[in-house]
Nanobody
């Protein structure tokens, strides 16, 4: 099991930027592909972005493509999500998650084995 702790959330105006971090501990971080998900009030958890184990390949939801960038630093055991041009509809709790399947796309939350507690992002209009 890998333990995950998100940080960097907050309140930002529409058009602004935030950078989320996800610190990992426990198992070897590079043994996992990593994903970001978000959950808005009353909605299901939705896929945002994914990065494979070495950081070479990334996947994005259409709703954030071109605005968000996922990256990782395996030496620091940390995952990042740079969010630019934020919109009110980006509001939600953002979670990072670990997947033992190190490569390939995976948009389903149930495929990810370990989860952080989440960090709140609120975008005001």
């Amino acid at each position: 099991q890998v333990q995950l702790v998100e940080s960097g959330g907050g309140l930002v105006q529409a058009g602004g930027s935030l950078r989320l971090s996800c610190a990992a501990s426990g198992r070897t971080f590079s043994n996992y592909a990593m994903g970001w998900f978000r959950q808005a009030p009353g909605k299901e958890r939705e896929f945002i972005a994914r990065v494979t184990w070495a950081g070479a390949v990334t996947y994005y939801a259409d709703s954030v493509k071109g605005r968000f960038t996922v990256s990782r630093d395996n030496a620091k055991n940390t995952l990042y999500l740079q969010m630019n041009s934020l919109k009110p509809e980006d509001t939600g709790v953002y979670f990072c998650a670990a997947d033992r399947m190190k490569i390939g796309p995976q948009l389903l939350a149930k495929a990810y084995e370990d989860w952080g507690q989440g960090t709140q992002v609120t975008v005001s209009s």
